[in-house]
Structures are given as C-alpha cells and as structure tokens.
T-cell receptor, first 114, second 115 residues
Framework: AQKVTQAQTEISVVEKEDVTLDCVYETRDTTYYLFWYKQPPSGELVFLIRRNSFDEQNEISGRYSWNFQKSTSSFNFTITASQVVDSAVYFCAPSSGANSKLTFGKGITLSVRP | DTEVTQTPKHLVMGMTNKKSLKCEQHMGHRAMYWYKQKAKKPPELMFVYSYEKLSINESVPSRFSPECPNSSLLNLHLHALQPEDSALYLC??????????????FGNGTRLTVT
C-alpha cells in the first residue's frame, strides 16, 4: 500500500520568515517520483519540482529548496524569506507505475501575512 | 499563462441539463487527464487518456462521459448531474503514458455548480 502524508494542514507566517512544508511518502515501490504543486487562490495547479527515488541530492532554486531523504520517506520543501504571493495550498504528489497515476496529499494551506 | 486551456471557466447547470467541458493543449502531450476537486480537498483523478484511448476510469459514475477526439482535445460530457457533483474540474496533460516522471500541466479549471 502507498501512503502520502502532509501532517501540517495550515501554516501562517509573517512575510520574510522561512517556512518548511513536510511530506512523507510510504511505499514498497523502489522507483517512484515525487512532485510538489502549488495552488494559489485563483485555482490553477502549478508544478514546482520533481524528484526521483534515486536522487537524494538537495536542490535549491531561488527562494525554494527541497530536501529528500529516502531513509525517512520525507520530501520537504522550504521557502526562504516568504512573500505574500507564496500564499497558496501546497500539495505533495507521488507518482509510480506505468499509468502516470499521480496521487495528491491533502495539501498544506500557507498564509503569508504582510 | 497556462498552456492547457479549459472552457468554460464557470458553469451553472440544472440536474436535467446536458453540458460539456472542454480542454485543449498544444504541447504535443500524449496523455490527458480529468481531475475533480471539491472545496478544501486535494484533486481526485477521474480519467486518463493515453494516445487518445481511455486507459484509466476511476469508477466514475456514467453521468460523466469523457471523450478524446484527438491528441490535443479532451471533453467531459455531463448529463443528469447531482448537486454533490459541484466542484472544480481540472484538465491536465503530460508528455506520455508510461512516463510517470512527467509532470502534469494543469489548466485553470472549470468551476461547476449543479442546481
């Protein structure tokens, strides 16, 4: 059985604070991909990052960074110096199998206050 | 701007109406998807088309009928819906079936209200 857990439901920070969003993916698959998507209030889902199960190298892209640790099944996402425009729902979504079946976690609502 | 275009953006329909949602992409993607998203919930997969053939139907009621006329277009035909079917319907595409490393590109969605 596969299980994706986003234990945090709502996070509120003040602008310029750093914030980390947690995701845990439990699976017996040895090969899989993990994605993060952002859904701002306007509704569209925006792809942020993709990592595969063999690549534990951390990645930084501007204010965003990702930390993947296979041993703990965690794929965490950090926003540095948050901005009001970062306010959105963030979904962790694993994908495995030949049908590209993407399953979303419950999502974390991030509110960044000015 | 999103590269997946969905129309209409909003739709209000009665339970006896027949309507269709449309989705179009010109990225050369060969897999297309319909997701349903209720308020404050994650998107839930409904259908997957691979090379214009239906490959996944997540036990969706027959009042939802998907159609893929060609590799760029995806429709969702609606008939005899219930108020609980009110939701945001999201279309997505990806490079190809069997490539589960391909990110999905989503449209802005159609917000459907069934009265």
């Amino acid at each position: 059985a596969q299980k994706v857990t986003q234990a945090q439901t709502e996070i509120s920070v003040v602008e310029k604070e750093d914030v980390t969003l947690d995701c845990v993916y439990e699976t017996r698959d040895t090969t899989y991909y993990l994605f993060w998507y952002k859904q701002p209030p306007s509704g569209e889902l925006v792809f942020l990052i993709r990592r595969n199960s063999f690549d534990e190298q951390n990645e930084i892209s501007g204010r965003y960074s990702w930390n993947f640790q296979k041993s703990t099944s965690s794929f965490n996402f950090t926003i540095t110096a948050s901005q009001v425009v970062d306010s959105a729902v963030y979904f962790c979504a694993p994908s495995s199998g030949a049908n590209s079946k993407l399953t979303f976690g419950k999502g974390i609502t991030l509110s960044v206050r000015p | 701007d999103t590269e997946v275009t969905q129309t209409p953006k909003h739709l209000v329909m009665g339970m006896t109406n027949k309507k269709s949602l449309k989705c179009e992409q010109h990225m050369g993607h060969r897999a297309m998807y319909w997701y349903k998203q209720k308020a404050k919930k994650p998107p839930e997969l409904m259908f997957v088309y691979s090379y214009e053939k239906l490959s996944i139907n997540e036990s969706v009621p027959s009042r939802f009928s998907p159609e893929c006329p060609n590799s760029s277009l995806l429709n969702l035909h609606l008939h005899a819906l219930q108020p609980e079917d009110s939701a945001l319907y999201l279309c997505a595409s990806s490079q190809g079936p069997g490539s589960y490393n391909s990110p999905l590109h989503f449209g802005n969605g159609t917000r459907l209200t069934v009265t």
